[in-house]
């Protein structure tokens, strides 16, 4: 096993190096083939792409965290990063700019985004009219029981997404904000879902993975 070291400015070079892998680091990978060290700041990056609850990449960082090594992301910082409303407090707190959002598992109120709070399922719904709302949260809350958070979406807004890595972006407009989700979150690879307002002004709606297969 051999393990890639990165910086956040080599990120668009297309060779990268290589060392041996440790035996301590070679377990958590074999979660994952995606175990990084960084090459400045020396910790672990899992850099699978997708940290869903009960997947490898949730696994990996969970056995490295376990073994006493500094990996990142963590677990708390996976669950701080997908569950969308602890993401969006936590990023609001930090200074970040979020859309208005309440919490219910029954009824909403159009235009939102509305996101499933499950650990065993992630499903998420845009709903810009007054029409099949129970249906809609019937089906993301499973029959009512659990939780939906809902983002309210300001007049004229619209949703858009880019690709987070290392707190890096291929798109100069989004490269503090990419900074930024780097810095509070730790996540190293993530679609970031954004809410573009009419005067251009970004907010932050949520997180969704970014496998490394699909770099």
Request: with cysteine; hydrophobic share 40%; aromatic share 10%.
């Amino acid at each position: 096993m051999k393990d890639i070291i990165l910086t956040e400015t080599e990120l668009d070079k297309p060779a990268v190096g290589l060392l041996p892998q440790r035996p301590a680091e070679a377990a958590a990978a074999e979660r994952t083939g995606y175990i990084a060290r960084h090459k400045t700041e020396r910790f672990l990056l899992n850099l699978d792409g997708y940290y869903g609850y009960l997947e490898n990449g949730y696994y990996a960082s969970l056995e490295a965290s376990a073994e006493g090594m500094d990996i990142h992301p963590t677990c708390s910082e996976i669950i701080d990063g997908y569950v969308v409303p602890i993401f969006l407090e936590k990023a609001r707190q930090a200074g970040l700019k979020v859309p208005e959002y309440y919490v219910t598992n029954s009824y909403f109120e159009p235009p939102v985004i509305v996101d499933s709070i499950n650990p065993f399922m992630s499903r998420r719904s845009v709903v810009l009219k007054n029409r099949h709302q129970e249906r809609i949260a019937k089906s993301l809350t499973r029959n009512f029981t659990y939780a939906i958070c809902c983002q309210e979406l300001p007049a004229g807004a619209r949703i858009g997404n880019f690709r987070s890595i290392l707190g890096w972006s291929t798109k100069p407009r989004y490269l503090d904000l990419s900074r930024s989700v780097w810095e509070v979150f730790r996540i190293p690879l993530v679609t970031v879902r954004t809410i573009i307002l009419p005067d251009g002004e970004i907010m932050l709606s949520g997180l969704l993975p970014l496998p490394f297969a699909r770099l």
